[in-house]
């Protein structure tokens, strides 16, 4: 009796897998555009005026801070070895 192919439980379940309609997948509860109102829009504008006003004159300084911890912190240990040659480096010359 000749085989015409094989399939294997993993291929079963690829094929049941791929037989099976795909989900429609949705963001929004409603199905039409998401449109917004001038009310809103002028609550956005002073929530963001607001916030931008409680940020304070020493925001960018916080800011470049939270930067430079974010880009020394995955790198401790190599920003570790970098300074200590630095000072090894500064204690040779001076």
């Known amino acids: 009796m000749p ?3 094989e399939m294997t439980p993993m291929a079963i379940g690829n094929a049941l897998v791929q037989m099976r309609p795909r989900p429609f997948w949705a963001t929004a ?3 039409s555009a998401a449109d917004t109102l001038p009310m809103e829009l002028s609550a956005l504008g002073a929530h963001v005026d607001r916030c931008n ?3 304070g004159r020493m925001f960018g300084l916080r800011c470049a801070a939270d930067a430079f911890t974010g880009f ?3 790198r401790l240990v190599t920003t570790l070895v970098v300074v200590l040659i630095a ?3 500064i204690s040779l010359i001076v």
Request: hydrophobic share 55%.
């Open 3 to 5: 085989r015409l192919f």
């Open 53 to 55: 006003g409680s940020r």
């Open 29 to 31: 509860a409603v199905d």
């Open 72 to 74: 020394v912190a995955p």
């Open 87 to 89: 000072f090894g480096v």
